[in-house]
Structures are given as structure tokens and as C-alpha cells.
């Protein structure tokens, strides 16, 4: 599609002239939004749209690659338990520890697996300044040195790699089994003081969403609009979660479930309401 291309290449050039410019002139609030586009957030709107783009089978891998590779950064950061940088030189607020960067892990292994799955060159462009961009940003706001950057970035590639050879490797059964088993170890450590439960909780829900879904012939590729509603589900669900986690454990882990749950069905439930039966997608 050429009007896609364009319009990443358009967006990368932005980014990169904008995140040059204001890498000799810095502009707080520049940074602050670059940032945001590595947040949870930008993730719970952004993943289930491209979740129901994908192909069946790309769409879970896309979602392992990201979830797996944060679940990992919330045990590396508990395991080595670098700081981060005073808070003095802190521009926004952040709690845990500084190594590696969240932010960073998240956009290599997102924007990572898609350019693996589609190695375009406006892809690959836009992936690369988006992966520099949020990394400097966190740079620049003064919550991570250059090693949690880098370190992000290096589990975000592996973890994004090794997710795209399971995709190919695997049968469709195969990977859920092994989104299955990540899930509940991730559950596990954080059981013992490893890592956070939020990524794990998702990664589970999305598969038990999958395991639904194969149940009752939800397995359609219903496209962007309707992977909107799982965007809507999500924030419903994953904000408020979020709110309560330091709180409400249990329930933030259950709204997280809950969310990747909803995130898969809602948005091919919708679409077969719409009467769009039978059209399937690969790994059904």
C-alpha cells in the first residue's frame, strides 16, 4: 500500500528531524511525548489494533514478543537492581529500579517483530527512529542512564527474534502453549518478588482468549476499525487496573487478565455481529 509507506516515512522523518532538533535545543515537553510512545499505554491502544490486523498466528507472536519482553525487564530490574539516575536530575516522576528500561524493551520488541514480520524499508526506517527516539527520551528526561537504554533495547531484539522463529517454527497449538507457560512463569516469580504482574496477566488473558476464540470459531481477521473496540476494552480495563495495582493487587491482576481477554474476543465477536462469518485467518 503506497499511501502506507508514505505515511511512515513521513512520520519517521518528523521524528527524527524533531528528536534532532530538540536533542541540541531541548524541549521538555517534546521528550515527555516521545516517551509516551513507549508507555503502557501507547500499547494498550496500539496492540490489539495491530493485533487484528495480523494474521492469526503473526498477531499472537507480535503479542508474545511484547509482553514476554517486558515480563523479562520486570525480573531483570529486580534480579541486578541497578538505580536510576538522582531524582534531582529527573524531569517526570518513576518508580523501580533504573535497568533496563521498559520503555526501551517495549518498542524494540514491538516495532521489532513487525519489521520482522514485514521487512519493508519505510518499516524498518520507522522502526529504527522510533526505538532511538523513545530511547533517548528517556535520556533526556533524566530517569535512565545510557546502559538501561541499551540493555532495553538489546532484550527487546532477542526477545522479538526468538519470538518471530517460534511463530515459524511452531504450530498455532504450539505457541499458545508457549505464551501459556511464559505467562505462569512470569506469574510465578512475580509470586516471589520478581518482575511485575502486569505484563503475565495480559499475556494469559490473550491466550485464554485465543483458547475461546478456537472454541467457538472467533478466529477472523476483522481488521483496524474493529481492532479499535479491543483498544476501547483495554483502556477500560488496563487504566483503572493500573490505578488500583499498589492497592488492589489482586484486582488489578484480574482486570489485566481480563483486558488481554476482552482485547482478542470483543473486537471479532463485533465483527461476526456484523455478519462477517467464515472469513479466517492463517493459524486458525
Do not use: C
Not at 472454541?215 to 487496573?241: C, E, H, Q, T
Amino acid at each position: 500500500m503506497k499511501w502506507f509507506n508514505v505515511t511512515l516515512l513521513s512520520l519517521a522523518l518528523l521524528l527524527a528531524l524533531g528528536s534532532t532538533l530538540f536533542y541540541l535545543y531541548p524541549v521538555h515537553g517534546f521528550w515527555i511525548l516521545v516517551s509516551n510512545l513507549g508507555s503502557t499505554e501507547f500499547y494498550m491502544v496500539f496492540l490489539p489494533i495491530a493485533y487484528h490486523v495480523l494474521p492469526r498466528i503473526e498477531a499472537l507472536g507480535l503479542a508474545l514478543a511484547l509482553l514476554t519482553a517486558t515480563t523479562v525487564t520486570g525480573v531483570l530490574k529486580d534480579v541486578f537492581k541497578l538505580p536510576r539516575p538522582p531524582e534531582h536530575q529527573w524531569i517526570v516522576r518513576e518508580e523501580g529500579y533504573g535497568f533496563p528500561s521498559g520503555h526501551s524493551t517495549g518498542s524494540s520488541a514491538f516495532w521489532g517483530y513487525l519489521s520482522l514480520y514485514k521487512p519493508i524499508a519505510p518499516l524498518i526506517a520507522f522502526t529504527a527512529v522510533m526505538v532511538v527516539a523513545v530511547s533517548v527520551s528517556k535520556l533526556m528526561l533524566g530517569v535512565h542512564y545510557p546502559r538501561d537504554v541499551a540493555g532495553g533495547v538489546v532484550v527487546g531484539v532477542v526477545v522479538a527474534s526468538l519470538s518471530y522463529v517460534a511463530v515459524r517454527v511452531l504450530s498455532f497449538r504450539g505457541l499458545v502453549a508457549l505464551a501459556l507457560a511464559i505467562g505462569v512463569l512470569g506469574l510465578a516469580l512475580y509470586s516471589v518478588g520478581f518482575g511485575r504482574f502486569e505484563p503475565p496477566s495480559v499475556l494469559l488473558g490473550v491466550v485464554l482468549g485465543e483458547l475461546v476464540g478456537s472454541r467457538f470459531n472467533l478466529v477472523y481477521k476483522p481488521g483496524w476499525a474493529f481492532g479499535v473496540i479491543g483498544s476501547i476494552v483495554a483502556l477500560a480495563l488496563g487504566v483503572p487496573a493500573l490505578m488500583v495495582k499498589g492497592e488492589a493487587p489482586v484486582a488489578s491482576l484480574t482486570l489485566m487478565m481480563l483486558a488481554g481477554f476482552l482485547a482478542v474476543l470483543a473486537p471479532r465477536a463485533a465483527y461476526r455481529v456484523r455478519g462477517g462469518f467464515g472469513e479466517k485467518t492463517s493459524g486458525g
